[in-house]
């Protein structure tokens, strides 16, 4: 697989630390940032993968930016593409190269709360459960079929970081989880809804 992220990659090492014991089922053998600075980047080095850095401002169109990343994902053999805290949607050209092969996780049970601060939305509407998803990415913003969820409650006295930190503990678990049972066999992979070519003019 390879891992698209931005950020600090706590969901990433979860995937590195499971990828290196012994009798992994997966191999991570690329992690692609926009983000030079990117903790992702430096969690990938010290575990001996090997890194990518594509930036928005290197590539003129939204297009040209997805065929970088794309190529590098492709260009080392990868047949998943996990989005570990990629914060940019993905065109329909970066997906077009891995028809039913890109999955994400995110910090609620979608389809409530997607985007941007999904704890802090939990939290303003005042439900009493939220959660985690892994799904496959369609085009939409966290959207696509779903592969995982697990629930966590919601406590009167959570902020933000007390919620946040208890759904990322479970994230860490369903992100390996779900890369698991694909590399098993046990999720139709790749996912069948996604993966035809649209017909022409659609
Ligand atoms: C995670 O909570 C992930 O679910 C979220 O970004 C965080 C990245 O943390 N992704 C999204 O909100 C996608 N819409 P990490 O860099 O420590 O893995």
């Known amino acids: 697989m390879a891992a ?6 706590t969901n990433l090492q979860a995937l590195l630390d499971a990828s290196g014991r012994a009798g992994a089922l997966f191999e ?8 030079p600075q990117a903790q992702a980047l430096e969690r990938a080095a010290k575990a001996g993968v090997e890194t990518v850095v594509v930036q928005k401002k290197e590539h003129p169109t939204r297009g040209q930016f ?28 970066f997906l077009s190269r891995f028809r039913g092969r890109v999955i994400n996780i995110h910090p609620s049970l979608l389809p409530s709360f997607p985007g941007l601060d999904a704890q802090r939305q939990a939290l303003e509407y005042g439900v009493k459960v939220t959660g985690c998803t892994v799904h496959f990415v369609d085009e939409g913003v966290d959207t696509g079929p779903v592969i995982m969820q697990i629930p966590v409650e919601v406590a009167p006295e959570d902020t933000e970081e007390t919620l946040g930190a208890r759904i990322l503990a479970r994230e860490h678990m369903a992100y390996v989880k779900s890369v698991e049972m694909i590399a098993e066999g046990r999720i139709p992979f790749p996912h069948p809804s996604l993966s035809q070519a649209p017909e022409r003019g659609q």
């Open 28 to 35: 991570v053998v690329v992690v692609i940032s926009d983000k």
């Open 4 to 9: 698209l992220a931005s950020g600090r990659g």
């Open 66 to 93: 997805d065929e970088a990343m794309a190529l590098a994902a492709k260009g080392r053999g990868a047949q998943l593409v996990c989005l570990a805290g990629f914060m940019r949607v993905l065109s329909p050209t």
